[in-house]
């Protein structure tokens, strides 16, 4: 059996402008031509600070990084590390990896979604995705196993939106992995719904294995882990893949190592989860980001709202909306970042939020509000997004 287990969500985000265009400037040519490549090192991209993933700690390398280990050995080749943090957003991936400063990036989400065809994938290695924190001895079967039970979910997460439409299940918003664990240890929880390999981790960690962890299936809940390179590199692609299957043992041990899930996942049907957040940047990483996006922004200088169409706007946003589309409507994933409506619809913009907010769009997430607002309302809503637009959520 392929061992199951967990790992592509990290725990920040930071930002990280202005290193590309120095990185452009020190591309390197190798001296000799002949058997360059053997000698070189397999770089490996990494968060320094990222356990259960990634350390730059000999003592505790984590999950990656040993998985690194394995493969630059079964290629022949000696190892070297290019620590980089906030391991997984998309603007490091564009940075380290695409920038050439890396060769390969261990866990990111296989997916054409992720980067496009900028970045290509190993064969997976691993199964990634959200858990059922719970006592021991509970069988969740699924979603109706929530059902009167205090839930913890990550906030802007897949789990969050999976049981955003149940009256019946009592949702207890957290901002991360760590804060679900706590809920549940301090009796605010009964279950948390949270970021798998985290859970795992700090379960074995700090909790002394006291929890049960179920892995999850489903639509955003859970997806394969690979191994990403940039696309020129389809070569080193090719040999890594020829040698994964015989780390698969290895990679399986690892796995225990950290405490990382394992088992036969639950099933959820994933009908009520939005679009936006199915790809891997709205899953572990994605709810980070979207935290601390919001920490550094509502910081500054949040613009102070004119007039009181904006400001009753902005109440019932931040009352009914920003639990999908983010508080003030800062939001990392561009498909539901609303700052970008003027800049996706131009003219049509008024029309589009028009007609989206009244009659919603059911299949893919977004809820009818007509029954639940005014006209009026609606407009004051509508000023208020238009106070917050934006070219690029970058
Ligand atoms: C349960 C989650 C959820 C809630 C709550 C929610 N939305 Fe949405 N909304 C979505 C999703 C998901 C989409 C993207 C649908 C798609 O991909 O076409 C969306 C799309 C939209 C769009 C169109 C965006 C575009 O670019 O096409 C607008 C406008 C919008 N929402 C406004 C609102 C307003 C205003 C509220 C509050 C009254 C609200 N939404 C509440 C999930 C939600």
């Not at 664990?181 to 294995?209: E, R």
């Not at 983010?326 to 561009?334: L, V, W």
Request: charged content about 20%.
């Amino acid at each position: 059996m392929r061992p199951n287990f967990s790992g592509i969500g990290t725990s920040r985000n930071r930002a990280i402008s202005g290193l590309l265009a120095c990185v452009a400037a020190t591309l390197i040519t190798p001296v000799s031509p002949l058997h360059a490549d053997e000698a070189q090192p397999f770089r490996l991209c990494a968060d320094p600070t990222n356990l259960p993933f990634s350390s730059d700690s000999p003592a505790q390398p984590g999950f990656y990084v040993e998985i690194g280990q394995a493969l630059a050995h079964a290629l022949g080749r000696p190892i070297a590390y290019d620590w980089y943090k906030s391991y997984f957003g998309k603007r490091t991936v564009r940075v380290t990896l695409l920038g050439k400063q890396c060769d390969a990036m261990i866990g990111l989400p296989r997916s054409e979604d992720f980067m496009g065809p900028a970045v290509i994938f190993s064969n997976s290695f691993a199964k990634e995705g959200y858990a059922l924190v719970a006592a021991k001895g509970q069988v969740i079967g699924g979603v109706d196993g929530l059902k009167g039970k205090r839930v913890a979910v990550q906030f802007a997460s897949t789990p969050q939106n999976l049981l955003a439409s149940r009256d019946d299940i009592q949702k207890v918003t957290v901002l991360s992995p760590e804060e679900g664990m706590q809920a549940l240890d301090q009796g605010k929880a009964d279950v948390a719904f949270i970021w798998g390999p985290v859970a795992g981790w700090l379960n074995k960690t700090s909790y002394n294995d006291r929890y049960q962890i179920q892995l999850t299936e489903g639509e955003g809940l859970s997806w394969d882990a690979a191994i990403g390179f940039a696309k020129t590199s389809t070569e080193l692609r090719d040999r890594v893949d020829a040698v994964l299957p015989q780390l698969q043992t290895t990679i399986g041990e690892l796995a225990v190592k950290y405490g990382l899930p394992a088992g036969q996942p639950v099933r959820f049907g994933a009908a009520t989860v939005p679009s936006g957040t199915t790809t891997g940047t709205g899953t572990g990483a994605g709810v980070t980001e979207v935290a601390n996006v919001v920490a550094t922004e509502t910081k500054g200088d949040a613009a102070a709202p004119s007039g009181e169409a904006v400001g009753a706007g902005k109440e019932i946003f931040n009352g009914t909306c920003a639990h999908c589309h983010g508080p003030d409507a800062i939001q990392s994933e561009r498909k539901i970042d609303l700052r970008l409506l003027r800049h996706r619809y131009g003219d049509d913009v008024r029309n589009v939020f028009w007609k989206t907010v009244h009659e919603g769009r059911p299949s893919k997430g977004m809820p009818a509000w007509q029954e639940v607002f005014t006209d009026e309302q609606f407009d004051s809503i509508y000023s208020f997004l238009l106070t917050v637009q934006t070219e690029s959520n970058d």
